[in-house]
């Protein structure tokens, strides 16, 4: 059980990569804080853990509001005593160039994905320290490493998020804590089939985002959650500052 006695906050953790994270993290003897925006699902995500016999509980925050992402940790820590993990995965997407994204949907995109993670990582910093140290797995997207067409407040949430990872890593290396960033391909996620589903042809589309990578297919969340372990794990100790690419080989190309 590489996480063992450890405690963590993994943020949008309802679906998708969260969920698959919260369950592995769980599974491998974390206590785990399921924090999204979806009460309802996190519960469901939560119920999951406890019949495997985790320890968990959910946390509703929108960690784009300062207040909300710092009363987070601090509940985190007045439930189990210690934080030693933040997994910042809360992320919403937005199709359009700059040209057809409103002002409003281009500040809620990197509220969300850019700013919930700087206040997240804000907030958990400090709680970490008193404990000796910990670390930190942004969840990036290849999209952040290259230009991908139609999604430019998306694309550069995660751009930012990728050198928010770096700035970090350098900034509280000193200090014991660790940050890296896994950037995920297209995975088979809620997030995705939502977007999918918005194409006039969403199985031609779903065709057309697995040819383009050289492993010819989406990735599974149970994949990325993996690498995010790794990261977080005592198994990678010497990993700061890295961007771990899980895309199937397309930013290889």
């Known amino acids: 059980m590489q996480l063992n006695g450890k405690v963590a906050i993994i943020t949008g953790a309802s679906s ?8 592995l993290f769980a599974r491998e003897g974390a ?12 519960e469901r995500v939560a119920q999951e853990i406890r019949k495997e016999g985790g320890d968990c509980e959910v946390r509703e925050a929108d960690v784009s509001r300062e207040a909300e992402a710092a009363s ?10 210690r934080l030693d ?5 809360a992320g919403i997407y937005h199709q359009a160039d700059a040209l057809s994204t409103p002002l409003s ?3 809620e995109v990197l509220a969300v994905n850019l700013t919930g993670a700087f206040l997240c990582i804000k907030h958990a910093v400090p709680a970490m320290q008193t404990h000796g140290g910990g670390a930190i797995v942004n969840v990036a997207s290849e999209a952040g490493l290259v230009g991908i ?11 930012g998020l990728i050198a928010l990872t770096r700035s970090c890593a350098v900034d509280f290396a000193g200090r014991g804590i660790r940050v890296n960033c896994v950037c995920p391909g297209t995975t088979d996620t809620p997030l995705v089939r939502a977007a999918l589903a918005r194409a006039a042809d969403p199985a031609a589309m779903r065709r057309s985002l697995e040819e383009v990578r050289p492993a010819n297919r989406l990735g599974r969340p149970e994949e990325i959650a993996a690498a995010i372990l790794y ?23």
């Not at 998708?16 to 369950?23: D, P, Q, S, V, Y």
């Not at 206590?31 to 996190?42: L, M, N, T, W």
Request: cysteine-free; charged content about 20%; glycine content about 16%.
């Open 105 to 107: 949907v281009w500040e």
């Open 149 to 159: 067409r139609n999604q430019v407040a998306y694309n550069v949430s995660k751009g």
């Open 72 to 81: 987070l940790v601090e509940s985190v820590v007045g439930r189990w005593g």
């Open 231 to 253: 990261l977080a794990g005592d198994a990678a100790g010497y990993a700061t500052g890295a961007v771990l690419s899980v895309d199937g080989g397309y930013t290889a190309q």
């Open 31 to 42: 206590a785990v804080a399921i924090a999204d925006r979806d009460r309802e699902s996190g």
């Open 85 to 89: 993990l933040l997994v910042n995965n």
């Open 16 to 23: 998708g990569i969260g969920e698959a994270t919260a369950l």
